[in-house]
């Protein structure tokens, strides 16, 4: 059995600051359905789907790269942990191996919760975003990683590209948010050191 607070620490990851935030968003948004695209190690889906509210599909090709070190371990760490994770009662979670772009031309399932956490680049998330948003639900919330650690590419898509209400974490590798449920990017403020945008 494979203890998940320690595979959570012991495992490297720029996601696991945003834990405590990703809990809060679950338990206010309580969605159906989040899909995590790009899983690594599994942070993030850990995150977004420990408070056991909804499904979360988390999407991932597990690659090896300098970004997704998961994907060298995909087999003898990543896969068991989550099998354990589930036996321990984690089973609204759903791993997927694939290309997004794939997933996206068969996806079917309105999307409560959407992150952002494969391509870093500008024209990328542009790409990205304009692939996903309409499978989004009318009060949906997506996030974005990395604004910090990307400045000229995910940071200046989020400042440059997106319109409206918006939040983004100043912290060590920067999260966004955006949604049309003006009420909640507002409760986000409220609560959390976050620089807004309007």
């Given at each position: 059995?494979?203890?998940?607070?320690?595979?959570?620490?012991?495992?490297?990851?720029?996601?696991?600051?945003?834990?405590?935030?990703?809990?809060?968003?679950?338990?206010?948004?309580?969605?159906?359905?989040?899909?995590?695209?790009?899983?690594?190690?599994?942070?993030?889906?850990?995150?977004?789907?420990?408070?056991?509210?909804?499904?979360?599909?988390?999407?991932?090709?597990?690659?090896?790269?300098?970004?997704?070190?998961?994907?060298?371990?995909?087999?003898?760490?990543?896969?068991?942990?989550?099998?354990?994770?589930r036996e321990q009662g984690m089973t609204n979670v759903?791993?997927?191996?694939?290309?997004?772009?794939?997933?996206?031309?068969?996806?079917?399932?309105?999307?409560?919760?959407?992150?952002?956490?494969?391509?870093?680049?500008?024209?990328?998330?542009?790409?990205?975003?304009?692939?996903?948003?309409?499978?989004?639900?009318?009060?949906?919330?997506?996030?974005?990683?990395?604004?910090?650690?990307?400045?000229?590419?995910?940071?200046?898509?989020?400042?440059?590209?997106?319109?409206?209400?918006?939040?983004?974490?100043?912290?060590?590798?920067?999260?966004?948010?955006?949604?049309?449920?003006?009420?909640?990017?507002?409760?986000?403020?409220?609560?959390?050191?976050?620089?807004?945008?309007?």
């Open positions: 059995m494979i203890d998940l607070e320690q595979y959570f620490e012991s495992t490297p990851s720029a996601w696991k600051e945003n834990r405590p935030f990703a809990n809060w968003l679950v338990e206010r948004v309580k969605p159906n359905v989040t899909l995590d695209l790009g899983v690594d190690w599994g942070h993030s889906t850990i995150s977004w789907a420990e408070k056991g509210i909804g499904k979360v599909y988390g999407v991932d090709i597990w690659e090896p790269n300098d970004i997704c070190t998961g994907g060298k371990y995909l087999n003898d760490r990543v896969i068991p942990a989550f099998k354990s994770f759903e791993l997927i191996k694939g290309s997004h772009i794939k997933v996206h031309d068969t996806w079917d399932k309105p999307i409560d919760i959407l992150h952002f956490d494969i391509a870093h680049t500008y024209d990328g998330l542009i790409n990205e975003y304009n692939l996903w948003k309409d499978k989004l639900t009318d009060t949906g919330v997506i996030v974005f990683h990395d604004l910090i650690s990307f400045p000229d590419g995910a940071g200046r898509f989020f400042r440059d590209y997106l319109t409206g209400d918006r939040v983004s974490f100043n912290n060590q590798f920067g999260l966004g948010v955006i949604s049309k449920d003006v009420d909640l990017i507002d409760e986000i403020d409220n609560q959390f050191n976050v620089i807004k945008f309007t």
